[in-house]
C-alpha cells in the first residue's frame, strides 16, 4: 500500500502564488505515475497535472503555462508549484499516485483564491 500526504494549501490572492507537495510512503517502487487533482464545490474531480516516473507530464488545458509539476523519485514526492492563481482554482486539491494495484489518494489541501 501507499499512503500520500499533502501540505501547503491555504488562501492566496488572485495573482499570487502557492506550492503544493504531497510525500508517499509505503510500497513507492511500486508507484509508476503520480498527479494532482482537484475538486471545487459542486463540481467533479479533474485532473490538475500528472507526471510519470520518466519525468513525462501532462496538464490541463486550464492550468498551462501557470502550473507546474515536478517530482522527486529518490525522496518520493511530487510538487506542484501554482502560479497566476485565479479565483476559479479554488478546490480541494488531491494528490494521486497510480500502481499496478490501484490508485491511492491524499486526504486534500484546500486552496483558495480570493481577494
Known amino acids: 500500500q501507499v499512503q500520500l500526504v499533502e501540505s501547503g494549501g491555504g488562501l492566496v490572492q488572485p495573482g499570487g502564488s502557492l506550492r503544493l507537495s504531497c510525500a508517499a510512503s509505503?510500497?513507492?517502487?511500486?508507484?509508476?505515475?503520480m498527479g494532482w487533482y482537484r475538486q471545487a464545490p459542486g463540481k467533479q474531480r479533474e485532473l490538475v497535472a500528472a507526471i510519470t516516473s520518466g519525468g513525462s507530464t501532462n496538464y490541463a488545458d486550464s492550468v498551462k503555462g501557470r502550473f507546474t509539476i515536478s517530482r522527486d523519485n529518490a525522496k518520493s514526492t511530487v510538487n506542484l508549484q501554482m502560479n497566476s492563481l485565479k479565483p476559479e482554482d479554488t478546490a480541494v486539491y488531491y494528490c494521486?499516485?497510480?500502481?499496478?494495484?490501484?490508485?491511492?489518494w491524499g486526504q486534500g489541501t484546500q486552496v483558495t483564491v480570493s481577494s
Open positions: 509505503g510500497s513507492t517502487f511500486s508507484i509508476y505515475a
Open positions: 494521486n499516485a497510480d500502481t499496478p494495484l490501484g490508485g491511492y
